[in-house]
Nanobody, 127 residues
Framework: QVQLVESGGGLVQAGGSLRLSCAASGLTFSKCSMGWFRQAPGKEREFVAAISGNGGRTYLADSVKGRFTIARDNAENTVYLQMNSLKPEDTAVYSC????????????????????WGQGTQVTVSS
């Protein structure tokens, strides 16, 4: 059974930082594109970041580029989202997702390409 468990969310002031973690089990982690998505109240789910199975390729949404980074530890089956210079508009529920790939250098950027999802963790940025 595949499980993705996010942690690290919370309340932070604008300009602050948080690091989200997503621990995966029940899948071949190193052969999965891992992604982070977010959804704010009343808004559609939004892609945030993705990383290839081997960790060699990453992609960040324009809205977070230069502030967020994505990384993974395949030995620990964990993917991270480091969020710096947080803004109130970053407030959302952040979810990680896993998408099995054929090539370890592949990453996915759309939700439809991901097969497994975590429950999400709330990030609230106060102004």
């Amino acid at each position: 059974q595949v499980q993705l468990v996010e942690s690290g969310g919370g309340l932070v002031q604008a300009g602050g930082s948080l690091r989200l973690s997503c621990a995966a089990s029940g899948l071949t982690f190193s052969k999965c594109s891992m992604g982070w998505f977010r959804q704010a109240p009343g808004k559609e789910r939004e892609f945030v970041a993705a990383i290839s199975g081997n960790g060699g390729r990453t992609y960040l949404a324009d809205s977070v580029k230069g502030r967020f980074t994505i990384a993974r530890d395949n030995a620990e089956n964990t993917v991270y989202l480091q969020m710096n210079s947080l803004k109130p508009e970053d407030t959302a529920v952040y979810s990680c997702a896993a998408g099995p790939t054929y090539y370890s250098s592949t990453y996915y950027r759309t939700g439809d390409e991901y097969s497994y999802w975590g429950q999400g963790t709330q990030v609230t940025v106060s102004s």
